[in-house]
C-alpha cells in the first residue's frame, strides 16, 4: 500500500482539478491490486497450514468465490492502472521506463476483455469444452511445505473432467515464493501470473513516484514564483477520504435526521489547508 504521504494520496490543492483526481485514482488502482494480492496470501494461508502433520481446511463456496473474484478484480485494477498511466500528461519525450512497462501490462488487457465478453463463448460455443472453467483457474504455490512446496488451484466449474485445468510449473527452488505467492490465473487459453505482474507494478512505481513529486514539485515552484504565493501556500494539500453515516429517525411518516446518532470524519492529509479557509468552494 502507499504510504500516506504519498503525492497520489495527497494532490497538493494548487493543481487542476482534473490532475488531483487523476493521480487520487492511480493512488486507488495501485492499493486496490495491493489489497486483492494479499486477499488471495491470506486464503490461501488459511485453507493450508503447515503443521505437523501438515492439514487442509475446507474452503467454502464463499471462500472459493472470494478467491476467484480478489483474482479477476486483482486484474482488473492491474489494467485500469495501466489506462491511468496512459493518461498522465509526461509529455514527450516520455521517460524510457514507461512505454516497456505499458507494453508487458498489455497482457492483462487482453484477457480482461476476454472476461467482459464471456457470455458470448456461451452462444457461440467457444472455450466450452473440457478443462475450461467458467471463470478459469487460480493456482498458487506455498513454500510453507517442508519437503518442497505445494501447488494449490481453484477450477471454477461446474467444468468437465480433464482438459487444462491447471499448469504445474517445475520451478528451481531460488523461484520459489518465501511462503506464499506465484498466484496465477489460467483462463480462456491464456495464463497470467497475478504476482508477476504486480511485481511489474511495484517496480514502475518505485520510478514513477518520485518522477511523479519532482515534476509537481516544480510545477508548484513555478506557480508560486508566478502568483507571488509563498511555497508552502501553493503546495498545500487538498482534503482526502471523506466517511460519513447520518442517522435518520422516524417520526410518523416523516424522517428526522438525529446528528448525535451521526458521524462524519474527513481524512485531512498533513499540511492540508482548513477547510474554513475555503469559504464558498465547499
Not at 486477499?39 to 494461508?45: E, G, M
Request: hydrophobic share 40%.
Amino acid at each position: 500500500m502507499l504510504s500516506p504521504e504519498s503525492i497520489f494520496r495527497q494532490p497538493p490543492q494548487a493543481l487542476r482539478l482534473s490532475l488531483r483526481k487523476l493521480l487520487g485514482a492511480l493512488g486507488y488502482a495501485f492499493d486496490a491490486v495491493e489489497l486483492h494480492h494479499a486477499r488471495l496470501i491470506a486464503a490461501a494461508s488459511d485453507f493450508y497450514q503447515p503443521e505437523s502433520p501438515p492439514k487442509f481446511t475446507e474452503l467454502a463456496p464463499e471462500q472459493r468465490i472470494g478467491m476467484i473474484s480478489d483474482a479477476w478484480s486483482c486484474l482488473d485494477w492491474m489494467h485500469r492502472f495501466r489506462q491511468l498511466v496512459r493518461r498522465m500528461p509526461f509529455g514527450e519525450p516520455r521517460p524510457l521506463f514507461v512505454d516497456p512497462f505499458l507494453e508487458e501490462l498489455d497482457k492483462i488487457r487482453l484477457l480482461r476483455n476476454r472476461l467482459h465478453h464471456f457470455d458470448e463463448d456461451f452462444e457461440a460455443g467457444e472455450h466450452c469444452e473440457s478443462g475450461h472453467p467458467i471463470l478459469g483457474s487460480l493456482s498458487w504455490i506455498d513454500s510453507r511445505y517442508a519437503s518442497g512446496f505445494l501447488y494449490a488451484f481453484i477450477a471454477s466449474g461446474p467444468s468437465v473432467e480433464g482438459g487444462a485445468l491447471a499448469n504445474l510449473p517445475i520451478l528451481a527452488r531460488e523461484d520459489l515464493p518465501s511462503e506464499i505467492g506465484n498466484f496465477s490465473l489460467l483462463a480462456f487459453d491464456r495464463t497470467l501470473s497475478l504476482s508477476a505482474m504486480l511485481s511489474t507494478i511495484r517496480e514502475f512505481m518505485h520510478e514513477f513516484e518520485p518522477l511523479v513529486q519532482t515534476a509537481i514539485a516544480n510545477t508548484l515552484r513555478e506557480a508560486a514564483t508566478e502568483r507571488n504565493v509563498p511555497l508552502e501556500v501553493a503546495g498545500r494539500y487538498a482534503p482526502c477520504d471523506m466517511i460519513t453515516a447520518m442517522a435518520l429517525d422516524s417520526d410518523g411518516d416523516q424522517w428526522t435526521w438525529n446528528t448525535a446518532s451521526s458521524y462524519s470524519r474527513v481524512e485531512v492529509a498533513p499540511g492540508c489547508m482548513d477547510l474554513q479557509e475555503r469559504g464558498s468552494d465547499t
